[in-house]
């Protein structure tokens, strides 16, 4: 009895003294005063940035970022009052559209904070220091860095386990649709359409840096077993099943590293070494010959090589948003052997060619300047030159499950048939998306080409408009993707030039939404935005900025519109 009383005797003591604080008036007053000072602080000085961003044309508002939220309601209602929906479906379409606006609204604030881009640069030092990374690029060996995406490929469940594929499959929004999960449906689907026409598929999922360099992330781990997703062996014996060929670059990875003892990645990026991309090459092009895939040619092209170097900094370690200039992960120096044709000039792809190859980053690592990397010097490139024919290409950055696809399906729609004469279509995809990727089916349906009443500049014509924003596509937040660039849509509507509506008064126009992991003014646009752009033929830049991450809008007959280069007045500098 002793003891209980004592141990309640404790308890009420503790009770007592936690329930009850004591603070003097003055204490009081004066830590409210501070915490709303510092909170008024803040405000104030997030405030003065967005003013002064918008004097210096950064923004295209004058109201702080705080209250641009507000500006989502009148758009909302104007979808309410306009639908010819019944009355709770312009319910849910508002709806849709205010908690989209609200999804974007909470990423521009994450980005656009003053505070946070003082602070967070001399934080993620620090953690560095202490070996962490952040929610996307975690922290390796020897300055390797490595991609959450792959390293969740590898850890995660089998990506055909059934309760994998029914809850990604449940994993929409009010605003966004859930993503088809299974690829085997979309691969077979896709052999289907191609077999139709006398076409072979090779599918070519890429290995990602973990499962070549597992011994890089932690010591444990074998440096000669290379590692796979549990769902990959039933993948791979699925695709055969249908009569699917598929292309396997990681044991030839793994062969080359025991035998040079070199690495096959970039240490600080997310993308193999130009070495490891050439073998990768070069066994794809052994590949298509051993299964005698295409028709002996009269005479080989003539493509040669010319070596070159380029240092570049991994795109992982700019996702780890370190200061500028910052000594922790340095330039990395790579040899190039970049290709040429028979007349000394950069290789390039060939519509006419009986060769397509559809690919993601790992195509344009290399390839495409914007990158960092070089140019003429990628996948497509050096599979030309194993082959010594020419190679068509159609490559995208992000989405590799589904982007190649949708870009090929357009074409196609508007009647332009990119699949005449080809006898192999090459789908390359980083092996990480069988997991996280969205396998939507796609229609490959030739279109008859539609007259249309969107402008279009004269090639080497560029012209200065007045518009209005009637779409904006989304740009990522900086730092959340691996790429530092990013291109979006717009459709624009009420063209004028020199005062005068123009016949064709709206366009589709792709432009800067993201530089070097920044946000350009572009990305901030809302419908009703007044914007005054300089248009340029697609063509004039398709060359260049083709294979960079891109988002569309969600009509998709607007999708299906050829589009224009847009040059705003801070974006005309920027080389093509």
């Known amino acids: 009895m002793a003891d209980f009383d004592l141990q309640r005797s404790r308890e009420q003591t503790a009770r007592e003294q936690a329930g009850v604080t004591r603070i003097s008036r003055a204490t009081a007053w004066l830590l409210t005063l501070t915490l709303l000072l510092l909170i008024g602080l803040v405000t104030v000085s997030q405030h003065i940035h967005d003013w002064r961003a918008a004097l210096r044309g950064e ?29 709770f479906s312009r319910v849910l379409a508002a709806n849709r559209l205010l908690l989209q606006e609200m999804g974007s609204f909470e990423d521009d604030l994450e980005d656009a904070s003053i505070l946070g881009q003082i602070v967070r640069p001399g934080m993620q030092t620090a953690l560095v220091h202490l070996g962490v990374g952040n929610e996307q690029a975690y ?27 029914a809850r990604r499959a449940a994993a ?18 896709l052999h289907r359409q191609l077999q139709a026409r006398d076409i072979e598929l090779v599918i070519m999922p890429t290995p990602v840096k973990p499962m070549a360099h597992p011994e890089m992330f932690a010591a444990g781990l074998s440096a000669t077993t290379p590692l796979n997703n549990p769902s990959f062996a039933a993948f791979l014996r699925d695709l055969n099943q249908a009569g699917i060929l598929v292309f396997d670059p990681l044991p030839g990875l793994m062969q080359a590293k025991a035998e040079t003892g070199r690495p096959q990645f970039l240490a600080t990026d997310t993308h193999w070494r130009p070495e490891a991309m050439q073998r990768a090459a070069q066994e794809l092009g052994n590949f298509l010959h051993q299964h005698d895939l295409l028709p002996q040619q009269q005479a080989p092209a003539g493509f040669r090589t ?3 170097e380029i240092a570049h900094i991994g795109d992982i370690a700019n996702m780890l948003e370190l200061p500028r200039n910052s000594p922790l992960f340095p330039p990395e120096t790579v040899p190039l052997q970049q290709v040429l044709d028979a007349q000394d000039n950069f290789w390039r792809p060939d519509p006419e060619a009986d060769v397509l190859l559809l690919g993601d980053s790992f195509t344009n ?19 030309s030159l194993a082959l010594q024919r020419p190679v068509d290409r ?67 014509q560029p012209l200065e408009v007045r518009a209005v924003v009637a779409a904006a596509s989304p740009v990522p937040r900086p730092g959340s993707v691996p790429y530092a660039d990013h291109i979006l849509s717009l459709h624009l509507v009420d063209l004028e030039h020199d005062g005068a509506l123009l016949a064709d008064p709206q366009a589709v126009v792709y432009t800067w939404g993201m530089r070097d992991n920044v946000w350009t003014p572009a990305a901030r646009l809302r419908p009703g935005d007044e914007v005054t752009i300089r248009l340029r033929a697609w063509g004039d830049v398709a060359d260049a900025y083709d294979g960079i991450n891109r988002s569309e809008l969600d009509d998709f007959a607007l999708q299906l519109e050829e589009p224009t280069w847009g040059e705003f007045l801070n974006d005309a500098d920027q080389p093509v």
Do not use: C
């Not at 507000?70 to 019944?86: E, G, K, M, N, W």
């Not at 922290?139 to 594929?165: H, S, V």
């Not at 929409?172 to 689907?189: F, V």
């Not at 997991?435 to 279109?447: H, Q």
């Open 365 to 383: 690592i290399f390839a495409l300047e914007p990158m960092g990397w070089g140019e003429s010097a990628g996948l497509a490139e050096h599979l």
């Open 306 to 308: 010319r070596p070159a």
């Open 139 to 165: 922290i390796g060996r020897d300055g390797w860095l490595f991609y959450r995406p792959g390293l969740d490929y590898l850890t995660g469940p089998g990506f055909l386990e059934p309760r994998q594929l």
């Open 172 to 189: 929409g929004n009010e605003w966004q649709p859930a993503p088809q999960p299974d690829p085997r449906k979309a691969l077979i689907d």
């Open 59 to 87: 923004r295209t508002t004058w109201l702080p970022q705080s209250l641009e939220i507000f500006q989502a309601v009148p758009l909302a209602i104007d979808v309410f009052r306009t639908s010819d929906q019944a009355f």
């Open 394 to 460: 159609i490559a995208r950055n992000d989405h590799g499950a589904f982007a190649t696809r949708e870009i090929l399906a357009r074409e196609l729609a508007r009647g332009r048939d990119r699949l005449e004469g080809k006898r192999v279509v090459i789908h390359q995809f980083a092996a990480r998306e069988l997991a996280v990727g969205d396998w939507k089916l796609i229609d490959l349906e030739l279109g008859e080409p539609l007259p249309s009443l969107f402008f279009q500049p004269e090639p080497d």
